[in-house]
């Protein structure tokens, strides 16, 4: 189990992963592996969820409006992302682990360590969905699977009614990641589409 420091490095990667990716994000209009969701859907859906963790670990709550998808365009969405990476990093990093906040959008209240984990999960996945839209492979580290298969087979054994990810699919055990995006309604492959 990684340490909370070890999961902040982790989660830098996947962010700095991501930031790559958006620089070549030309067309938004591309397909991803979220249904009916074109890149610059999963982009605003991105970088809102960093503002509303950045705003919710900084002040320990946030009103569901802070998690509002954000538009962006070919122009401003690599410029958009880095500043909405900056800013959940920073508050992340500057926060007490074991500190209690509200997640409204999930109606939710853990730790600061579980919402790290959340949110590492998070952006190594949609690392994969921008790079697959994008013809791309991705795989993150094998440290930071571990956290995501974890955390993935513990929301596809939850109750179906509350997931927010995509109806889970089976483990093949061929791959560890290749599993935790199966797990998290992704069809690996399905995908990248060059």
């Known amino acids: 189990m990684l340490t909370f420091t070890e999961m902040l490095a982790e989660y830098d990667h996947a962010l700095d992963d991501t930031t790559s990716l958006a620089v070549d994000a030309l067309d938004l209009s591309v397909p991803t592996p979220c249904a009916e ?31 509002v998808s ?79 298969l974890d955390l993935a087979r513990q929301i596809a054994a939850g109750p179906g009614d509350t997931a927010v990810f995509a109806t889970a699919l089976e483990e093949r055990g061929d791959n560890t990641w290749d599993d935790a995006l199966r797990l998290l309604g992704r069809d690996p492959g399905m995908w990248p589409k060059a």
């Open 37 to 67: 969701w074109d890149l610059a859907d999963l982009f605003g859906h991105m970088i809102g969820q960093n503002l509303g963790f950045a705003a919710a670990v900084a002040a320990g709550d946030a009103p569901v409006e802070a998690y």
């Open 70 to 148: 954000v538009p962006v365009t070919a122009d401003d969405v690599a410029r958009r992302w880095k500043s909405s990476s900056d800013a959940v990093r920073q508050a992340f990093a500057a926060a007490d682990p074991e500190a209690t906040i509200h997640l409204a959008e999930f109606g939710f209240r853990p730790t600061v360590a579980v919402a790290l984990g959340m949110q590492l999960l998070d952006a190594a996945v949609h690392a994969w969905d921008v790079a697959a839209a994008l013809g791309r492979t991705y795989r993150p580290t094998e440290a930071t699977i571990d956290v995501v």
